[in-house]
């Protein structure tokens, strides 16, 4: 059955059940479920050259841990997005994801981006090491601390690993999130990936993770411009002025690197589980995935595992290329934030009906 919804909206099919056939890796739709989505699912490049309201930085004492926070306030917000990052924790690869983000909403929500402990620019935690459990009471903690008081609803979006850590947040936090957003998700380990196969025998490996930690900590000591030259070069020319300067300002500190490879090490050990299929079935209505064509971090394997353990929940496919690491570039910031913003858009719509 269809919803009804206002003019302006229009039922589309977001979500699918997805099935692959025997002598092909597409995926084939089987079933869907309909939503009510905004008509204008397109992305406006225009904001790409219009000037915008800027994100700031700020750190946060947090459960006596300091945080990097990227954060717009809105004047007057109906509603608080939260982001959580992946591995590495860093919020300024983010900024132009929450500016655009911030655009696309029209200005009516706060937005927050939250570090990861220990993934920020200097050590302020001197050289201790965080689990993925402890990033996760650092995000629940940031809840209950700093948006304890709001009476708005408050919207979780996560990045990778930070889809598992949001949807771990919403665990704990019912009354006040009302929704929940994973894109490019890292929910459970994937055996046909060699790269987390390498990354994994490095972590495991307390000499190795330092030797790596201490070579790519290295580069930190060049000059900045030289330093700026080798990541374009190394990392890509597409990449935003944003990311690359999260790249050199954070990425070549031991701490963080260090602490990027331990979280990644307890991330292995506990995505080795079955995720919560019975959560996702009880909250499918409130939660939506985006996926990528080419993506071992969040396959497509993994997106037909969800359809057939939690049907009806909402599940789109990204193929514009942008990747896993759409944050790193402006293109992509601005692809997925309009996602993001189209998906918050409809639930809020379907909510007051």
């Not at 996560?158 to 598992?164: D, F, K, L, N, V």
């Not at 390498?198 to 307390?206: G, H, L, M, V, Y």
């Not at 990541?231 to 954070?250: F, I």
Request: net charge neutral; hydrophobic share 40%.
């Amino acid at each position: 059955m269809l919803i009804k919804t206002p003019n302006h909206f229009h039922p589309i099919i977001l979500a699918s059940e997805i099935a692959y056939t025997r002598d092909s890796k597409l995926p084939v739709i089987t079933r869907f479920s309909a939503r009510c989505l905004n008509k204008d699912m397109g992305v406006d490049d225009s904001l790409l050259a219009k000037d915008r309201k800027r994100a700031n930085f700020r750190l946060c004492s947090l459960s006596s841990y300091t945080s990097e926070i990227l954060e717009i306030q809105a004047d007057a917000p109906s509603l608080h997005v939260l982001f959580v990052p992946g591995n590495p924790g860093v919020v300024l690869f983010y900024k132009d994801f929450v500016e655009f983000l911030y655009e696309l909403l029209g200005g009516t929500a706060s937005i927050t981006a939250i570090g990861h402990v220990s993934h920020s620019r200097k050590d302020w935690e001197h050289g201790r090491l965080f689990s993925l459990e402890e990033q996760i009471d650092h995000k629940i903690d940031f809840i209950r601390e700093e948006l304890q008081n709001i009476k708005i609803p408050i919207i979780l979006v996560g990045h990778s690993i930070g889809s598992y850590i949001s949807i771990e947040m919403f665990k704990k936090s019912l009354e006040k999130v009302k929704y929940c957003v994973g894109l490019y998700p890292f929910l459970t380990l994937n055996p046909n990936s060699t790269a987390q196969l390498i990354i994994a025998k490095i972590a495991q490996s307390q000499i190795l993770a330092a030797a790596a930690s201490y070579l790519i900590a290295s580069l930190g000591l060049l000059p900045v411009k030289t330093l700026r030259f080798i990541v374009r070069k190394s990392l890509g020319k597409s990449w935003s002025a944003n990311a690359v300067e999260a790249a050199c300002s954070h990425l070549s500190q031991y701490h963080t690197m260090r602490n990027v490879l331990y979280m990644a090490l307890t991330e292995f050990k506990k995505l080795a589980e079955t995720p919560d299929w019975a959560f996702l079935r009880e909250r499918k209505d409130q939660c939506a995935f985006l996926f990528g064509v080419d993506d071992h971090w969040g396959p497509l394997q993994m997106l037909e595992e969800i359809s057939k353990q939690v049907p009806g929940i909402a599940l789109s496919i990204e193929r514009e290329n942008h990747t896993h690491g759409f944050c790193c570039t402006e293109p992509g910031s601005l692809w997925v934030a309009q996602h993001v913003a189209n998906l918050i858009k409809n639930q809020m719509a379907c909510t007051n009906q």
